[in-house]
C-alpha cells in the first residue's frame, strides 16, 4: 500500500527553472503554482482590486517601469493593477518562458448566461495577443468544462487554431468563423515560421485526481512552441483515484487514519481487481483537507491560531443544495452561488448537523498554504477562491510543462 502524501508536502524551496508572465491572475492560485513549480514571475496581470491586495499582501508588488524587478525566482512578483486590454507586454519580447492564467470564465461557465465569444469578458483574444508580442516558449491556461459545451464546440476549434498560429491576426471586422477559415488553410500548407507556431494539446482534469480534496473539472490547455520539439509532451497522469479511497474506507484504513468513531463508519463496496485504486493515492477527502482546525470559535470569531477561520450564519440545506460530507472530495468551490445560499460551502458534520465552512478550510480544499492572505469579507474571499485554480493541480501541469522545457531552456541560456 502506498503511503498517503501530505495535504500541504514539505518539498523545499524549489529551483528556478524559466520564467513566466501571470495574466488573469486572480487570488493567485496558478501563480502560486506556477512558482512552485520554479517559474520566475516577471509580470503579473489582474484588474479586481481585491483580488490585487491579495496578491501584495501575500507576494507581489506594484510593478515600476523604472525599477529593475523578478530578477530571482523569490522576488516579489511585480503586479500590474489593470485591464490586461491596456497591457503592452512587447517589451518582454524574447524573455518569457512561458505564459500562463485562467482565463476568465464567465463567458463559458454553466452558471453564467452563457454568451461565449459574444461576450465582452471573453478574454482569450488577449492571451493570443500577448504570445505576439512576447513569444514564449510554452503557453498554459485554464478555463471552466463549459468551454467544451456543445453548443461552443466551433468556437472552442477556432481558440486552438488561432493558438496554433498566433500571427495570423484576425482583422478588425472580420467575423471570427471567417478567420477560422483562413487559420485552418494557413495550419494546412504547414509553411509557417516554427516560432510562429506552437503544438497545442487540451484535456478536462477532474482536480480530485491530482490530490486536491475537491471535485473540480477543469480544461487546460498547453501550447509548446514549435521550434522546440515537444509535440509529443502529454499531460501527466493521475497520481489519486476513487478507487483507492472506496478501498481505504472498505479495509478500514481511512477511518484508523482519522481515528473515526465506528458509529460513524461506514463500508463502501470495494472495488474488484485490478483497477486505478491499486496504483494510485486515494482521493483526499475533505475530512483530510480540515485535519487539524478544528471546530471555529464562534459565528464571526476569528481563530487566534488559524487565519480566515471564523463560522458564519445561516447555513442552510434543501434539494439541490445539499451540504458536502466529510468523507468524500469537496463539492466544487464556486466563485458565487448566484442568488442561493447555503448549501455549496455547508459541511455536514459527523452527527449529522450542519454549518457553513470557514473561509480557511475552503482555501484548504483549494489546497492553499495556510498562511495564504485573502482581502476583503468573506464574501470577496470566497468569490476568490472559486475563481481560482486550486494550486496542487496547477503544480502538476506546471512541473510537467517544467520538465520538458528545462533542458531546452539551459542549452538556449548557454548559447545566448
Known amino acids: ?16 527553472v ?14 502560486l503554482a506556477m512558482h512552485n513549480a520554479g517559474f520566475r514571475h516577471l509580470l503579473a496581470v489582474e484588474l479586481e482590486k481585491r483580488a490585487c491586495a491579495t496578491l501584495r499582501a501575500n507576494r507581489a508588488e506594484d510593478w515600476d517601469e523604472s525599477a529593475v524587478q523578478g530578477l530571482g525566482l523569490h522576488s516579489p512578483w511585480p503586479l500590474i493593477e489593470g485591464d490586461i486590454r491596456e497591457a503592452d507586454l512587447s517589451c518582454y519580447l524574447g524573455q518569457v518562458d512561458v505564459i500562463a492564467g485562467g482565463v476568465p470564465c464567465q463567458p463559458w461557465s454553466l452558471g453564467g448566461v452563457h454568451k461565449g465569444y459574444d461576450d465582452e469578458r471573453n478574454l482569450w483574444p488577449e492571451l493570443f495577443r500577448t504570445v505576439r508580442e512576447t513569444r514564449p516558449r510554452a ?18 476549434e477556432y481558440i486552438l487554431n488561432e493558438l496554433r498560429a498566433p500571427f495570423e491576426q484576425r482583422v478588425d471586422g472580420e467575423d471570427w468563423r471567417d478567420h477560422d477559415k483562413r487559420l485552418r488553410k494557413a495550419l494546412a500548407k504547414d509553411a509557417g515560421d516554427d516560432t510562429e507556431r506552437y503544438d497545442v494539446k487540451y484535456l478536462m482534469v ?3 485526481d491530482y490530490g486536491v480534496p475537491q471535485v473540480r473539472w477543469r480544461v487546460f490547455v498547453v501550447a509548446f512552441r514549435r521550434d522546440l520539439g515537444l509535440e509529443d509532451w502529454d499531460f501527466p497522469q493521475p497520481t489519486h483515484s476513487e478507487a483507492a479511497l472506496l478501498r481505504a474506507q472498505a479495509d478500514g484504513s481511512y477511518w484508523d487514519e482519522h481515528k473515526v468513531p465506528k458509529r460513524y463508519r461506514h463500508t463502501p463496496v470495494a472495488p474488484k481487481g485490478n483497477d486505478d485504486g491499486e496504483r494510485t493515492h486515494r ?8 485535519k487539524g482546525l478544528g471546530e471555529p470559535l464562534g459565528d464571526k470569531v476569528e481563530h487566534p491560531d488559524h487565519l480566515h477561520h471564523y463560522g458564519w450564519p445561516g447555513a442552510r440545506q434543501y434539494p439541490g443544495h445539499t451540504p458536502n460530507l466529510l468523507d468524500r472530495p469537496a463539492k466544487t468551490v464556486k466563485a458565487g452561488v448566484h442568488g442561493v445560499p447555503g448549501g455549496e460551502t455547508v459541511l455536514r458534520r459527523d452527527d449529522g448537523s450542519i454549518r457553513y465552512m470557514t473561509v480557511r478550510e475552503v482555501a484548504r480544499v483549494m489546497t492553499f498554504p495556510d498562511d495564504w492572505f485573502l482581502a476583503g469579507p468573506r464574501g470577496e474571499q470566497m468569490r476568490q477562491l472559486g475563481n481560482a485554480v486550486p494550486v496542487r493541480l496547477g503544480e502538476a501541469i506546471a512541473r510537467s510543462v517544467a520538465d520538458v522545457l528545462s533542458p531546452h531552456l539551459t542549452t538556449i541560456r548557454r548559447r545566448s
Do not use: H
Open 1 to 16: 500500500m502506498t503511503t498517503q502524501p501530505a495535504l500541504f508536502p514539505e518539498d523545499g524551496p524549489p529551483r528556478e
Open 206 to 208: 477532474n482536480a480530485a
Open 283 to 290: 482521493w483526499l477527502t475533505l475530512r483530510d483537507a480540515i
Open 139 to 156: 503557453v498554459i491556461a485554464e478555463n471552466v468544462k463549459g468551454l467544451l459545451r456543445p453548443s461552443f464546440k466551433p468556437y472552442y
Open 18 to 31: 524559466g520564467t513566466s508572465i501571470e495574466l488573469f491572475t486572480g487570488g493567485g492560485g496558478l501563480a
